[in-house]
């Protein structure tokens, strides 16, 4: 059998060398059409306000999502500002400047200065001395679960114990128990490049999807435990319970997309892991139809695992699943993944 990243790799590479033809025959936006991590209506406004040094509508869109509970796009929003302010963070200087005790810009604070830490050689001991910020975060708004996430991604970057991070999975979901950047937390915490292995993240990432509620991106999470299999390296080989579990996973998500319209971008980052989850597993029909969901909203992760070029990436895994699905009968269904365009693992 050969390594899955490996083919991968391999084939995105080569696939950048073949002239594509016109998308819209096979139902797909058109290379210039395709944006990465584009914002949606409710971020733009504001990550244009901080280009020009102005917090304000920052504020209160966080603000808004805090007051309506909507801790998923909180969640998300946070993470777009944030990666904003990794580069320019005068306005969000300004910000704490105006308003110190603000739950939203204490939280922004908290987690760009996490990021930063994770960068540093010496990231365990710079983490440590971020609690306070957590803590601050947390406090301001009681409610709010996301705290929580930055809490147990500190938690795995200082090497806490697992009875340290299950008192805080406790209250994360005391605050919200379907919230799903804590799900993804925990599951980094439990993989085998961490604390755990992947039999415990696919344990824990089913039970998780079982559990959820309709339409919840909780339904993913078993195929971010199949993506974690999958980008392991060359030096590792898949078993059939793990390839059972990885096609499994990526049904489950095939499910959770079609539960949402056509170029919907709330689900844009999990419709680009399945499609590359397929296009590991050699199910070139199914993924094409990913990138027939996912239109034009191209997501950062997962390709940038396997490129500091993502949007290329995609664009070429989205190319060579187009012509490698006109070649499968239409008979044939689902690829044979004992062949050699099928079982890469």
């Not at 793990?242 to 499994?248: K, N, Y």
Request: proline share 7%.
């Amino acid at each position: 059998m050969v390594c899955t990243m490996h083919f991968l790799r391999a084939l995105l590479r080569t696939a950048r060398t073949i002239r594509r033809s016109p998308q819209g025959l096979a139902g797909l936006p058109p290379d210039d059409a395709v944006l990465l991590d584009a914002p949606d209506e409710r971020l733009s406004p504001a990550l244009v306000a901080a280009a020009l040094g102005e917090y304000e509508p920052a504020a209160k869109l966080l603000a808004t999502t805090r007051d309506g509970a909507e801790w998923e796009n909180r969640d998300r929003y946070l993470g777009r500002l944030v990666t904003f302010a990794r580069s320019r963070d005068g306005w969000l200087t300004d910000w704490l400047a105006a308003a110190p005790h603000d739950p939203d810009a204490l939280l922004v604070k908290a987690e760009l200065a996490i990021r930063r830490a994770w960068e540093s050689p010496v990231r365990a001991e710079q983490l440590r001395e971020l609690g306070p910020l957590i803590s601050a975060a947390a406090d301001a708004d009681p409610r709010d679960p996301v705290p929580w996430r930055l809490a147990l991604d500190h938690a795995r970057g200082t090497h806490a114990t697992h009875t340290v991070f299950e008192a805080l999975w406790e209250q994360a979901i005391q605050r919200s128990s379907h919230h799903y950047g804590c799900h993804v937390a925990a599951l980094r915490y439990l993989s085998a490049a961490w604390y755990g292995s992947h039999r415990e993240c696919f344990d824990f990432a089913e039970r998780a999807a079982e559990d959820s509620l309709p339409g919840s991106l909780v339904q993913a999470l078993p195929l971010r435990a199949a993506f974690a299999v999958l980008v392991e390296g060359p030096a590792v080989r898949t078993s059939s319970v793990q390839e059972e579990r990885i096609d499994a996973a990526a049904d489950l998500a095939i499910s959770l997309s079609a539960s949402f319209a056509p170029g919907d971008p709330w689900p844009a980052e999990a419709r680009n892991l399945l499609a590359f989850v397929l296009v590991a597993r050699g199910r070139w029909e199914e993924a094409l139809e990913q990138f027939r969901q996912i239109g034009p909203h191209a997501a950062s992760f997962p390709w940038s695992s396997v490129s500091d070029d993502p949007l290329g990436r995609f664009l070429d895994a989205r190319d060579d699943a187009r012509r490698r699905a006109a070649r499968v009968t239409p008979s044939s269904g689902r690829a044979d993944h004992s062949g050699p365009l099928g079982h890469y693992a």
